[in-house]
């Protein structure tokens, strides 16, 4: 097993990441970095950037303009993709890129396949043909779900554990995990599936429950709202930390031979308890807060998700470092001051729009 960023080579790594604006695209990249990558990123063109996450990296000057650069491009066009992978030459890509989110994909489904399924065998057609024309590898990581599990069979969920879906998001994604191994199998690609279960970050999407949780503490404790809307307060799910997961993301791609692995730390608790740890640390009751509204359940729930990990350990020597403890903290502190600038721009009398959100 190569455990190293060049496969022994002394030049650098070039790594294509797809998603590498979202919570998992910017840690990753930051990581890559760090190994002494060269990393390159693909983006949608719209009017506004939407590059937060990354900004950061820019400002760096030891990194700005040589070992991070953007491409752009869309999982919804096949020859974007294919000139992009022509155009950088990667050893390396990380597909993260999806409508990710799990509520929405119900009021959006033809979207959400389109990008997550369909967008996935666009990106593994370019691998493959880059491949042939080029007798070059690329190593491939797939971004699958613990979504995938669904209406669970099993419990704790393993890589053997059947795909029972309950959302168009959750079913793409079992459509793109499946293809993905049969590409594998078909046409001998280096390709591994992450069944990464949920993990959480101060850059997690507001709209997200975590985050939607913790923005809420931080207002409500400096006064800029009165409520938390929330779902299903009842649904259990197992919590980890961004940074920690894409690690393992980087690690099966060091293996010798393409596999799947689950992702998880192994404790679940439920939304009601995230809420009550995010609360407690602003020394609030979160039952004086929270409001359910119906809008907010999905028309199929998932009930309990919780992963083992034991392969990813053996295998890979990946375990999780951060409790789900530490995220809440870090999430609530992060959004604390988020809401302190707030504030503090509303007391000078600006506008701030307010933040409407979807509970995962």
Known sequence: ???????????????????????????????????????????????????????????????RGTSLLLHY????????????????RPREVYHLGAQ???????????????????????????????????????????ASSSEMFGKVQQMPQTELTPFYPRSPYACAKVFAHYATINY??????????????????????????????????????????????????EAKRDWGYAP???????????????????????????????CEMAFSHMDLDSKDFIEIDPRYYRPTEVDQLVGDASKAKRKLGWKPKTTVQEIARMMVEHDLELASREKTLRDAGHEIPAIVGHDQ
């Not at 990123?41 to 000057?61: C, L, M, V, W």
């Open 100 to 142: 990710s989110h799990v509520r929405v994909s119900f009021d959006q489904p033809i979207y959400t396949v389109d990008i997550d399924a369909m967008g996935t065998i666009r990106l593994l057609e370019a691998v493959r043909e880059y491949q042939q024309h080029t007798g070059e590898q690329i190593r491939y990581y797939q």
């Open 1 to 63: 097993m190569d455990r190293g960023g060049c496969y022994g080579r002394k030049q650098r790594t070039r790594a294509l990441i797809t998603g590498i604006t979202g919570q998992d695209g910017s840690y990753l990249a930051e990581l890559l970095l760090e190994k002494g990558y060269e990393v390159h990123g693909i983006i949608r063109r719209s009017a506004s950037f939407n590059t937060d996450r990354i900004d950061h990296i820019y400002r760096d000057p030891h990194v």
């Open 184 to 233: 594998r199998e078909a046409y001998d690609l280096h390709a591994s599936c992450g069944i990464l279960f949920n993990h959480e970050s101060p850059r997690r999407g507001e709209t997200f429950v975590t985050c939607k949780i913790t923005r809420a503490v931080g207002r409500i404790k400096l006064g800029l709202q009165e409520k938390l809307y929330l779902g299903n307060l």
């Open 244 to 274: 920690d997961y894409v690690e393992a993301m980087w690690m099966m791609l060091r293996q010798d031979e393409p596999d799947d692995y689950v992702i998880a730390s192994g404790r679940m608790i439920s939304v009601g308890e995230f």
């Open 73 to 88: 491009g869309d999982l919804s066009d096949a020859s974007s993709l294919a000139a992009t992978l022509r155009k950088v």
